[in-house]
């Protein structure tokens, strides 16, 4: 499948746990940012978005968290699920431009 | 299905090939991307367009020249290609302009180069 042979940092989770990603952002301009799940023979599918006037975002089982002072966005996802399985981006971006700037992502296992 | 489609999803070719790949999105966007992800390297962005435009040029070889005939149709003609070109190549859409940039991805063409 895609990823292989990248060497991504891997969360190994039990099914029905928690999940914490994280993400160090590079630009302190940037003021948008999302979190992008990609599984096996897929592209990457948008999960949930923030903007930097908020510090803590919730969508469905999923939580984001931005810490503008160092730099760090957090995805937190509840009660993991097999289906959570995948390759797990950040992205950022500012001043209303189009230009995404993904980081390396992080690779989450959910053991049944 | 993301609204995102492209072909071919697998390529094999020659350096002396020359090969086109097609990206389609019926989502009504009006900006158009392509993006490699590659086995050493996490996504990349290659080109930006639009309104049929290319605006982003990210230091990208010649030996990739996109197309934008219009707003739903994205192609990158590829020739001479090396075999370190093999990669996952990714189209996108979303709405140019505004606050909001959710791109939505296609499922990617793995290309390698032999």
């Known amino acids: 499948g895609e990823n292989v042979g990248l060497h991504l940092p891997t969360l190994s989770v039990q099914e029905g746990d928690n999940s914490i990603i994280n993400c160090a952002y590079s630009?302190?301009?940037?003021?948008?940012f999302i979190w992008y799940k990609q599984e096996s023979g897929k592209g990457p599918q948008f999960i949930i978005d923030?903007?930097?006037?908020?510090d803590k975002r919730q969508g469905q089982r999923v939580t984001v968290l931005l810490n503008k002072t160092v730099k760090h966005l957090s995805l937190q996802i509840a009660a993991t699920q097999p289906g959570d399985s995948a390759v797990y981006f950040c992205?950022?971006?500012?001043?209303?431009?189009?230009?995404?700037?993904f980081g390396g992502g992080t690779r989450v296992l959910v053991k049944p | 299905e993301t609204g995102v489609t492209q072909t071919p999803r697998h390529l094999v070719m020659g350096m002396t090939n020359k090969k086109s790949l097609k990206c389609e999105q019926h989502l009504g966007h009006n900006a158009m991307y392509w993006y490699k992800q590659s086995a050493k390297k996490p996504l990349e962005l290659m080109f930006v367009y639009n309104f049929k435009e290319q605006t982003e040029n990210n230091s990208v070889p010649s030996r990739f020249s996109p197309e934008c005939p219009n707003s739903s149709h994205l192609f990158l003609h590829l020739h001479t290609l090396q075999p370190e070109d093999s990669a996952l190549y990714l189209c996108?859409?979303?709405?140019?302009?505004?606050?909001?940039?959710?791109?939505?991805f296609g499922p990617g063409t793995r290309l390698t180069v032999l």
């Open positions: 996108a859409s979303s709405q140019a302009g505004g606050l909001v940039n959710e791109q939505f």
């Open positions: 630009n302190s301009a940037s003021d948008y």
């Open positions: 923030i903007r930097s006037n908020m």
């Open positions: 992205a950022e971006t500012w001043a209303a431009g189009n230009k995404l700037t």
